[in-house]
């Protein structure tokens, strides 16, 4: 079970910050990456971020680069994910979700590969 809480409420003034948690429970955290993801209204699920279980590396989606900042406590079965510099384009609910780690250093923000998911947090952010 993961799930996936906002700081805050969730809502946040436009170049304004927001972390946000992941936690997981009922399954071996170590052996499993972690990725964010979000979905604006009327789009589809996209990959934010991922980080791999095994040596902490970590892959972002081109546009997130600089602004949004992943990390973690493995003694708190945790993840983060903190959001900077936010924009009325961010937008959108927040995913974190796990999958197995199969190939050590590397993970994926692929929807279709992930093994768990929360159920997601709502991000808003005012003009």
């Known amino acids: 079970l993961m799930s996936a809480a906002g700081v805050w409420g969730g809502l946040v003034q436009t170049g304004g910050s927001l972390r946000l948690s992941c936690a997981a429970s009922g399954f071996t955290f170590g052996d499993y990456n972690i990725g964010w993801f979000r979905q604006a209204p009327g789009k589809e699920r996209e990959g934010v971020v991922c980080?791999?279980?095994?040596?902490?590396?970590?892959y972002y989606a081109d546009s997130m680069k600089g602004r949004f900042t992943i990390s973690g406590d493995n003694a708190k079965n945790t993840v983060y994910l903190q959001l900077s510099n936010l924009t009325p384009e961010d937008t959108a609910v927040y995913y974190c979700?796990?999958?197995?780690?199969?190939?050590?250093?590397?993970?994926?923000?692929?929807?279709?590969?992930?093994?768990?998911w929360g159920k997601g947090t709502l991000v808003t952010v005012s003009s």
């Open positions: 979700a796990a999958e197995r780690e199969i190939f050590p250093g590397h993970c994926t923000r692929s929807v279709y590969g992930m093994d768990f």
């Open positions: 980080i791999s279980s095994s040596d902490g590396s970590t």
